[in-house]
């Protein structure tokens, strides 16, 4: 049974979202403030976090913080009407989705589904071998080679080149490389430093592997990057 926790100060709300997802068959737990939310988080692994972002003694901000730090466990934020640079340093900050209070329940049921399916989903996909006609990259033995040589990647460099690959169809943000790499929280952009380092080094390493100039991961400016891969060899 999938477990819920919900992170609320409004007893009311609170309550009222313990009942109802029970009668749709989960299994829920209740936090008031943020304190007891990082508590009740780490005594149940829960499988999906309701975060409100007003709380008492931490805020949700530092909630998901923290959750980030130690866990992938899917997140939906309760966030107040308006307040859109909230949802955008929440998405940002690592969270899957958000729901504007006031809402409703179906609305709120059906982003729960969602984002499970697109967690389940991505555990399976994470555990499959990724490759194309250029390389190679298993997760289980994190192993790399580019045109059958074997790449020496650090643990973070594989990371990079693994997400990188997953999301070759677009330009992948480098606020969002920080986020589901790095696992950092996105106020600044000094930490853009850091994916641009890890990139350039990565893409030496495949560029000798591959034996051409030609850029396998290519930066598109103000955004971020691109993985090409097989295209170059066509």
């Not at 007003?54 to 998901?64: A, N, Q």
């Not at 130690?70 to 107040?80: F, H």
């Not at 307040?83 to 179906?106: H, I, M, N, S, W």
């Not at 589904?113 to 194309?132: F, H, W, Y």
Request: proline share 3%.
């Amino acid at each position: 049974m999938t477990r819920i926790l919900i992170v609320e100060d409004e007893a009311g709300l609170r309550q009222g979202l313990d009942i109802n997802l029970r009668l749709e068959n989960y299994e829920t737990l209740q936090a008031s403030d943020g304190e007891e939310a990082i508590r009740a988080f780490h005594a149940s692994t829960p499988d999906l976090v309701l975060l409100d972002l007003m709380l008492p003694k931490k805020s949700g901000f530092e909630v998901l913080d923290h959750i980030r730090r130690v866990s992938k466990t899917p997140v939906i934020l309760l966030t107040a009407r308006g307040q859109e640079t909230d949802k955008v340093r929440g998405l940002r900050g690592g969270a899957d989705d958000y729901v504007t209070k006031p809402f409703g329940l179906q609305e709120l049921f059906a982003r729960i589904d969602a984002v499970i399916r697109r967690s389940e989903n991505s555990a399976a996909t994470s555990k499959s071998v990724c490759e194309d006609q250029l390389i190679r990259l298993d997760p289980g033995t994190r192993e790399a080679h580019a045109n059958q040589q074997k790449l020496k990647l650090s643990p973070k460099e594989f990371d990079l080149l693994m997400y990188l690959f997953r999301n070759r169809e677009r330009v992948v943000p480098r606020d969002e490389l920080l986020s589901r790499v790095w696992n950092y929280r996105v106020d600044l952009n000094l930490n853009s430093r850091t994916v641009d380092t890890h990139v350039t080094r990565l893409r030496r390493k495949l560029q000798k592997a591959v034996g051409t100039d030609a850029a396998v991961i290519v930066a598109v400016a103000k955004i971020g990057y691109r993985y090409l891969g097989q295209s170059i060899s066509n």
